[in-house]
């Protein structure tokens, strides 16, 4: 018989860990299950500066503080990935190892990234989508960062201690992430920071990256960049497997729902960045955790 939990939590992001610990504090039995790895995007953060209470620290280190105390608080935390979820009063959750059933079900199932969709992208080497993971190999060599938002500058930034030199391409005059980043950038020597420019074309020799075409979005001019890798930073899209199963996610691939992250199915919760919300920070993940595990906790004690 499959075991039962009051909330089981699907995603172990900063919105799903800061459930568990919620839930747990509630006095609820808790599964987390998560797919890949703990501390969804911010785990391969360079360095996170605004986060409260933390003037700086690197996105592994607080994900492992997440995960750490949620695990000390009783939840039980699993690396399983959710292959379908059978919704009713006692829901049915399969995943790649076993079978659950709990009460209430909070999605903290978070992005997953974007690619630029390039000819030859997957399995290139020199495209790497973690500046963090692969910068290291690129020690005294050129490379490139794709992307305007805060990913991209930070790993520019993260880049820029190791390579000899970093451009950062952006489609747009402006950049999305914070101009407090693209000032420290511009600050930075061997930082050059490219504006209205995408990447069309990867050019490589025996399978290794040797270098870009890159068109002016503006007039279409086409120019060519020597580099040895290029970081690619260009945003995430919903992770939809486990809405889509239970037809709950929107047109855009979000769940639809409010500040206090109830779905329209009884018993089921969304939070962090897979819910439709205007911003996507890790402050207001945890802030959604927390939302959905006092909304899933009062739903376990009146069914
Ligand atoms: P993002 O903010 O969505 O930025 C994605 C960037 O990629 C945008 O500049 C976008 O250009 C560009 N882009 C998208 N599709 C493209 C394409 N096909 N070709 C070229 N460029 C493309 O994503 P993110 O940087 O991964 O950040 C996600 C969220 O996490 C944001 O809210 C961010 O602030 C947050 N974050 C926080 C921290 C932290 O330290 N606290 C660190 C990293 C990220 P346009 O601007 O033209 O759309």
Avoid: W
């Avoid at 006692?90 to 909070?106: E, G, M, P, Q």
């Avoid at 290291?136 to 794709?146: E, I, L, P, S």
């Amino acid at each position: 018989m499959a075991e039962h939990f009051d909330i089981i939590i699907v995603g172990g992001g900063p919105a799903g860990l800061t459930a568990a610990i919620y839930a747990r504090r509630a006095g609820r039995t808790v599964l987390l299950l998560e797919k890949e790895g703990f501390g969804g995007q911010i785990a391969s953060a360079p360095k996170v500066e605004n986060y409260p209470g933390f003037a700086a620290i690197s996105g592994a280190e607080l994900a492992d503080r997440l995960y750490t105390q949620a695990e000390s608080l009783g939840a039980r935390i699993e690396l399983e990935e959710v292959l379908s979820v059978t919704d009713g009063a006692a829901k049915t959750v399969t995943t790649d190892y076993d079978s659950y059933t709990c009460t209430a079900l909070i999605l903290a199932t978070g992005m997953k990234r974007r690619t630029l969709g390039l000819d030859g992208e997957e399995g290139l080497k020199g495209v790497s989508f973690c500046a963090v993971c692969d910068g290291a190999f690129y020690q005294g060599k050129d490379v490139a960062v794709c992307g305007g938002g805060n990913t991209a500058l930070q790993d520019a930034r993260f880049l820029a201690e190791l390579c000899r030199s970093v451009t950062v391409i952006h489609r747009r005059g402006e950049f999305r992430g914070d101009p407090m980043l693209v000032e420290e950038l511009e600050n930075i020597a061997n930082v050059k920071l490219m504006t209205f420019a995408q990447v069309t074309e990867l050019i490589s020799e025996n399978n290794a990256l040797t270098g870009l075409k890159i068109a002016d979005t503006r007039t279409g001019e086409i120019a060519s960049l020597s580099v040895d890798g290029l970081f690619e930073a260009v945003g995430q899209l919903p992770e939809q497997t486990v809405s889509r199963s239970l037809g709950l996610a929107g047109e855009d691939g979000f769940l639809p729902c409010g500040e206090d992250c109830v779905t329209s199915l009884p018993g089921i919760f969304a939070a962090g960045d897979c819910r439709s919300k205007e911003v996507r920070q890790l402050t207001t993940a945890c802030a959604d955790g927390a939302c959905a595990a006092v909304a899933a906790a009062a739903y376990c004690r009146r069914t």
